[in-house]
Structures are given as C-alpha cells and as structure tokens.
C-alpha cells in the first residue's frame, strides 16, 4: 500500500497551536497524554478503491489498506477514536446490492466508535437504514433528528462519551436539513431540530454534566457555502462555544489542515474534513497535560 503520512501539521516542528489560540513552545509531548482521532466522510460505499483507469483517483482508496493504516496507528498508540461523518451509504454497486450491510459490517470490522448520518444514508428509505443497524457495532450519533415517530426509534443516541487514558471525550452528531434533499416519504416522521440549538444542549450537557475534556462534533452540515446565512461547520462553530473539534461532511470538502476559527467566546474551534471516497484518512492529536491545557497537531493520510 503506497500512503504518504505526517504530510501536513498545525504548527512549525517545535511548537504546537494551543485551543486557546496561542502559539506557545511545547514541552516534551511523553510527559502528556495523547488521544489520537481518525476520520472519514462521505465514504459512498467505496468498498474497493477507485480503478486504475479513473482520471481523478487511479488505485486510491480501499477498506482493505484502511484497515492496514488504522492498525498501524493503533499500535503506534492505543488511545484511538475512529469516527465517521456520514454518508456511508450510496455511490458504488455494493449498496444497490446489499443495501448497507456491507458497510455497517465492515466499518464493525475496521473498529469505529462513532459515525453520523448523512443524506444520503436515507437512500433506501429510513426503514432500509433501521435494517442495517443490527450490522452496525458502532454508535450512530444524530442529536437533531428526532426518530421517536419512525422505525429507527432507539437506534441512535445524542451522544456517546468515550473515556481514553483518563481523558473523557464527549462525541455528538448533527445532521443537514432533508428536505429539499431527500424526498419526504424516505425519512418519513423524522423531525428536524435546530442545529445550533441542539449543539448547544449537547455541548452543555457534555461540559458541565459529563465533564469531558474534549467535545468533538460529527457534522453533516457542510463546510461552507457562498450563502453565508446557510448552516455550515464554520457557521456552527461560530455560533456555539466549548467544541473543540468539528469534523464534517457533506460538501466533499478536502482540507490539507484543518481551518482554525473562533467560537462565540473567542476560543478555537478545529474545523476539518478529508474530501470524499475514502482516499483520505484525518487524524488529530490532542496533548493533554495535568492541568488540561490541550495542544494538537494534525495529519492526512492518502490511501
């Protein structure tokens, strides 16, 4: 498998970009605790990787050398999460023909912890969706879409708390609008709550009730839009406080580095997302010292 790794940091070799904006010098990164995310989106079903003859992404991508990668980084450090924002299903015959199943299946099998939905996770309609979560051994995170009145009652949570090396790290999912882009009778009951809002709950509840130390958004929202009145990542991260990392989906958008921005209290909201297809694996390292002063650094890795 040909990947390069390590391509891109946040910050110059020998300082690392702190959350609360400042560029500071950083002691020996052994002396903290390092929690390790990897992330993909908008995956569509791209179980094998592109053919050689494919003009933009000849021999890239591949559950197969995913799985490979995520090994190796999971034996360079143990205290990984593996998340996903949406849009798993659609794109390659092996969702016409299986329907999910092989995605939930393998995606249980590659060991993620968490994944959001996205539109087009709809495409078999949500009782085609409900079908495939006995498949699934990740949590599904959807904090505003509320199921109550349809099949998939039950099957998804607001948010999931993960505790790493002593570090709690509260995951929450939010997801696009659907109408206008899934027809009504796909997601039939499901309500669609404000995003903001919601984020605002969770990011409540996973600060103060559940005193994580890191709170990481799964956004099918969208990185950006020409509409700047149109919900987005940077929207969100703009509106809300206390996220440290928004990971998203939606828009394909490949980001060498994540986009630094500010929240409403002026801190430092990490914005990323790694294109599409599964060429891509995002990885962020946050160091976490005694006192929980946090700094990271990131990397994508082509696969």
């Given amino acids: 498998m040909k990947r390069r790794h390590f391509i891109k940091q946040t910050a110059a070799a020998g300082s690392l970009i702190g959350l609360g904006g400042i560029a500071m010098s950083a002691s020996p990164l052994v002396t903290k605790k390092q929690i390790t995310i990897l992330h993909t989106n908008d995956v569509h079903s791209h179980i094998e990787p592109f053919a050689e003859n494919d003009p933009n992404y000849a021999n890239q991508g591949g559950v197969a050398r995913r799985l490979t990668l995520i090994n190796s980084i999971r034996k360079e450090n143990p205290n990984v999460l593996l998340l996903d924002a949406g849009d798993i299903f659609q794109g390659t015959p092996y969702f016409n023909f299986y329907g999910g199943e092989l995605e939930f299946k393998l995606m249980s099998m590659l060991g993620y912890d968490a994944a959001t939905i996205g539109n087009h996770d709809f495409d078999n309609g949500i009782g085609g969706l409900a079908k495939q979560m006995p498949h699934a051994s990740f949590e599904l995170l959807s904090a505003n879409y509320d199921f109550s009145n349809t099949i998939m009652d ?150």
């Fill in 154 to 303: 039950g099957f998804t949570k607001p948010y999931r708390v993960f505790v790493k090396d002593g570090v709690r790290i509260g995951v929450f999912g939010i997801g696009i609008e659907l109408d206008g882009l899934v027809n009504q009778r796909e997601y039939k009951e499901t309500k669609y709550l404000d995003p903001i809002e919601r984020t605002e709950d969770m990011t409540r509840i996973l600060k103060d009730e559940e005193a994580c130390d890191l709170i990481i958004c799964l956004s099918h929202l969208g990185y950006d839009y020409n509409n700047k009145d149109r919900i987005s990542d940077l929207n969100l991260a703009k509106a809300t406080k206390d996220i440290d990392l928004i990971i998203g989906g939606h828009t394909h958008t490949f980001l060498e580095k994540p986009t630094l921005t500010q929240n409403k209290d002026g801190n430092v909201v990490l914005v990323n997302q790694v294109g599409w297809g599964g060429i891509h694996l995002g990885r962020v390292d946050f160091y976490i010292d005694a006192a929980k002063s946090t700094e990271h650094t990131s990397t994508f890795y082509n696969i």
